[in-house]
């Protein structure tokens, strides 16, 4: 029977609702890998967004600790882990967001901002590649803390990869550091991205947020080394705890380990409430009068 010369010769297919070629094709064959493509490939943005962060942050604290002085002090670390955060953001921004921390993550979650389905694979993510920039950091360094500290000693070097309080410091002023800095944080996050406030380039917003963190480790970063991020911290001390620094990395420091987990998570809710109710409802009121 010949065809209709108006019927098209192939058949056409909707492709709006696919983001990608590999999302069409895989759709033929496997539901359930199209249905987890977008959650996988936001867990992977997230990974080698974290993976960028710790790569530089964990880099220059190495550089200056390990360089008896020669490559900078206080002021290039406070820099560079700006600029880790810039560029950790500019990775995976246009995938998931570049939350690249779980004080992130969790506060978007308890807002409504983000499922709670997807928390728990953003905070995996997030930890896995704080783990391997962790590994790769030590790699590259490795012969320097072999002639460093060949015995491994969570008080000496240890603080290369994860952070730890000064030996003065009390764990309510450690708690309340750790807290204020990472509202701080969320709270610039939420200016920057709220179209109604003061709006920011897609361009700029990730040396906004960068620029926050340089600031928040020059106001309060000495205390306890401004983790501001649990993922940053943890991923990196289990990685040197099978590493050869051994248990102490948890129990050093009166078990500080606690309050780069929990003091962020605190803040970041806090600092993302006190945004929407300072600012946010007051454009909610603004236009329902407009309306």
Known sequence: MPEDENQPLTKQIDTSKYQTINDLESNTFNAWYVKYYQLRHECLAEFLGTFVLMAFINGVIAAVKLGDGNFGGWTQICIGCGLGVTFGVHASGGISGGHINPAVSFALAVYGLLPWRKLPFYIFSQVIGA??????????????LDAHDPERTWNKTGGIFACYPQSYEYPFSAFTTEM???????????????PRNMPTSPVLKPLTIGASITAIGFSF?????????????????????????GPEVFTGANYYFWIPIVAPMVGGVLGTGCYKMVISRYYTKVDGEKI
Request: hydrophobic content about 55%.
């Open 131 to 144: 783990f391997f920039g962790a590994l790769f950091v030590y790699v590259i360094y490795l012969p320097a």
């Open 221 to 245: 970063g000495l205390p306890t080394g401004f983790a501001l991020n649990p993922a940053r911290d943890f991923g990196p001390r289990l990685f040197t705890y099978f590493a050869g620094w």
């Open 180 to 194: 204020l800095g990472t509202a701080i944080f969320l709270l610039t996050i939420m200016s920057v991205e709220d």
